[in-house]
């Protein structure tokens, strides 16, 4: 059996708006939606 973890800090100064408004509500080059990730397999 594999189990995947994945541990994320998401970044507060995301701005919503602006990527709904320019990105199609993705998160772009100075607006990440998460500061780090890590993932850990077991």
């Avoid at 059996?1 to 408004?21: G, H, R, V």
Wanted: net charge positive; proline share 2%.
């Amino acid at each position: 059996m594999k189990l995947t973890i994945t541990f994320k800090q998401q970044n507060p100064e995301f701005d919503k708006e602006y990527a709904k408004q320019y990105r199609n509500g993705k998160e772009s080059y100075g607006n990440w939606k998460n500061l780090w990730a890590e993932v850990l397999e077991i």
